[in-house]
C-alpha cells in the first residue's frame, strides 16, 4: 500500500438484531464457542480481557483469527496493487447478539492489523455490544 492507506473499519454486530451493515467483507464467528452460555460470563461483553481470552484461546477461536488475519493481510495486499485506491474499507464480524464473540474478534483483527504497520487509519465500532 502506498504511505496514506485506506482507513480500515473494523465493525462488531449481531445477527439477532438485523442483517449485517455494509461492509467489503463480512466474516460470520457464530460457530465459535459462545460465552454466552457460561452464566457467569453471559453479562460481560467481548471488550473485556476474560470475554476474549474465551474466545480467542479456543482452539476454534485461534485458527479463526489467523485464517481471517492471513486472509486479510492478502486482500489488503491486492488492494495495494490496485490502479484505483479505495479511501475505505470496512470489515464486518458477526455473532448471534454482538455482544461476545464478534468484539472480541474484531479487536484482536485491528490490533493484529495496527502490529503490521499499515498505512492508513485503523478504527474499530461495535454496534450491538450494549444490547441483551
Not at 480500515?8 to 463480512?26: E, I, M, N
Amino acid at each position: 500500500m502506498n504511505n496514506h492507506g485506506p482507513t480500515l473499519t473494523l465493525l462488531s454486530f449481531g445477527h439477532k438484531h438485523g442483517p449485517a451493515p455494509p461492509a467489503d467483507l463480512v466474516f460470520d464467528a457464530r460457530p465459535l464457542p459462545n460465552p454466552y452460555w457460561v452464566e457467569e460470563l453471559r453479562p460481560r461483553h467481548g471488550l473485556e480481557p476474560e470475554i476474549a481470552a474465551y474466545v480467542l484461546q479456543h482452539p476454534a477461536g485461534e485458527r479463526f483469527l489467523a485464517l481471517h488475519l492471513e486472509l486479510l493481510r492478502f486482500y489488503l495486499e491486492l488492494e495495494a496493487t490496485r490502479n484505483q485506491h479505495r479511501e475505505a474499507i470496512t470489515i464486518a464480524v458477526g455473532c448471534t447478539g454482538g455482544r461476545h464473540r464478534s468484539p472480541a474478534l474484531t479487536e484482536a483483527l485491528a490490533a493484529a492489523l495496527a502490529d503490521a504497520s499499515l498505512p492508513g487509519q485503523i478504527n474499530t465500532r461495535h454496534r450491538d455490544i450494549d444490547k441483551q
